[in-house]
């Protein structure tokens, strides 16, 4: 079974500092890895994919994720954070099947992104 | 724009009712989520469909919950019936398979059982 771990209920960053959202996975397979966020009353938009090739992916409004295959994390990251940023930000894996489509897609927990004036 | 639409936005009903919620995937896409979302468990998953056809609804109670597409445009939850502690946020999310396995939520049904 697929299972996302992000350690971290709330990460406090100050406005211009760089942040980190921290996600770790176990799966057996190689995996699809995302990040989605949510803002207050609203549905889950995605943010950014890791399927293959080169481990530093970068998604919209800036953020970006290293996928590390020794580590198992796929840990989220911004080099100046914006008061805007601050919502709830969700990783999640899904394993490609050899015949083709994919396992459902398994949602961490959830960290919750405060950035400070 | 394409977007994947839920109906209700919110529903507030009394225990023991029939609660169905609906689910436009967006056009052209084959897999469709159910998820629930509450404060103490976070999101899960309830249902994963594939080609209409139900692939895992392991994480949905079969007693008194069940999730159909009767076609390829419509998606539903239904819950019968109701419990207080059924009382969360439900989203839809569609997908497919291939080079584009990313989900796209909807809004959500913000669902009240008293």
């Known amino acids: 079974a697929q299972s996302v771990a992000q350690p971290e209920d709330q990460v406090n960053v100050a406005e211009g500092n760089p942040l980190t959202v921290k996600c770790t996975y176990s799966v057996s397979g190689n995996p699809y890895l995302f990040w989605y966020v949510q803002y207050p009353n609203r549905g889950l938009q995605f943010l950014l994919k890791y399927i293959t090739g080169d481990n530093l992916v970068k998604g919209s409004y800036g953020f970006e994720a290293e996928f590390n295959k020794s580590q198992t994390s796929f840990h989220l990251k911004k080099p100046s954070a914006l008061v805007s940023d601050s919502a709830l930000y969700f990783c999640a894996v899904r394993v490609p099947h050899s015949g083709g489509g994919a396992d459902g897609l398994t949602f961490g927990k959830g960290t919750h992104l405060i950035i400070q004036p | 724009d394409a977007r994947v639409t839920q109906t209700p936005r919110h529903k507030v009903t009394e225990m023991g009712q029939e609660v169905t919620m609906r689910c436009q995937p967006i056009?052209?896409?084959?897999?469709v989520f159910w998820y629930r979302q509450t404060m103490m468990q976070g999101l899960e998953l309830l249902a994963y469909?594939?080609?209409?056809?139900?692939?895992?609804d392991s994480g949905m109670p079969k007693d008194r919950f069940s999730a159909e597409m009767p076609d390829a445009t419509l998606a539903t939850l239904k819950i019968q019936p109701s419990e207080p502690r059924d009382s969360a946020v439900y989203f839809c999310?569609?997908?497919?398979?291939?080079?584009?396995?990313?989900?796209?939520f909807g809004q959500g049904t913000r669902l009240t059982v008293v």
């Open positions: 056009l052209g896409h084959n897999t």
């Open positions: 469909f594939r080609n209409r056809a139900p692939l895992d």
């Open positions: 999310a569609s997908g497919s398979t291939g080079s584009i396995p990313e989900a796209f």
